[in-house]
T-cell receptor, first 119, second 117 residues
Framework: ETGVTQTPRHLVMGMTNKKSLKCEQH?????MYWYKQSAKKPLELMFV???????ENNSVPSRFSPECPNSSHLFLHLHTLQPEDSALYLC??????????????????FGPGTRLLVL | AQTVTQSQPEMSVQEAETVTLSCTYD???????LFWYKQPPSRQMILVIR??????QNATENRFSVNFQKAAKSFSLKISDSQLGDTAMYFC??????????????FGPGTRLSVLP
């Protein structure tokens, strides 16, 4: 396996279910990200982990719970989701999440995404 | 496999000058959309411009324009009159399938653009 992988690729769940999305990177990176891409909306950054520590949480509802057990794995635990949470969830990784003095980030490599449908 | 390549990891340009960011992609699909996204230090992705693959005319959006070469699978972004606020990471992406529930995105690794005063 190379690059960034995500499982499952597709997921259908009810509002009372609990499920988890998994992301794994094989690039030796230290930072991992969760993004949400909804229909007709821009890509939204959800969480950032750097060296297993969460460094950013962009006002994401508590029904989304991230977990980063090590630098290679990132999970997104889902519970009591709403239909409006149906979206494409993208994982990305980079060498680290710091920025240079000029505010430039490291290159991010994206996974294929998980298509989530909440019924 | 669907892939997007951005061969320039980093670029810089003087303020007020023009810069072109390159992007090539590989797909067997015939119907798709292409995008350029900007990610400033805030990390929130901003859609810069998009192009429908079935349209021959290149998309333009104020100072941003694209050179879309479908046969060559090339989709470069030209930024005219560069401004300091254009400093960001730029991602090339395309959607190759979509339905009522969302789209399948494929992103390139990004190009870091610095606009110098």
């Amino acid at each position: 396996e190379t690059g960034v992988t995500q499982t499952p690729r597709h997921l259908v769940m009810g509002m009372t279910n609990k499920k988890s999305l998994k992301c794994e990177q094989h690039l030796g990176h230290n930072a991992m990200y969760w993004y949400k891409q909804s229909a007709k909306k821009p890509l939204e950054l959800m969480f950032v982990y750097n060296f297993k520590e969460q460094t950013e949480n962009n006002s994401v509802p508590s029904r989304f719970s991230p977990e980063c057990p090590n630098s290679s794995h990132l999970f997104l635990h889902l519970h009591t989701l709403q239909p409006e949470d149906s979206a494409l969830y993208l994982c990305a990784s980079s060498q680290d999440s710091s920025t240079t003095a000029g505010g430039i980030q490291e290159t991010q490599y994206f996974g294929p995404g998980t298509r989530l449908l909440v019924l | 496999a669907q892939t997007v390549t951005q061969s320039q990891p980093e670029m810089s340009v003087q303020e007020a000058e023009t810069v072109t960011l390159s992007c090539t992609y590989d797909t067997s699909e015939n119907n798709y959309y292409l995008f350029w996204y900007k990610q400033p230090p805030s990390r929130q992705m901003i859609l810069v411009i998009r192009q429908e693959a079935y349209k021959q005319q290149n998309a333009t959006e104020n100072r941003f324009s694209v050179n879309f070469q479908k046969a060559a699978k090339s989709f470069s972004l030209k930024i005219s009159d560069s401004q300091l606020g254009d400093t960001a990471m730029y991602f090339c992406a395309f959607i190759f399938a979509w339905d009522n529930y969302g789209q399948n995105f494929v992103f390139g690794p990004g190009t870091r653009l610095s606009v110098l005063p």
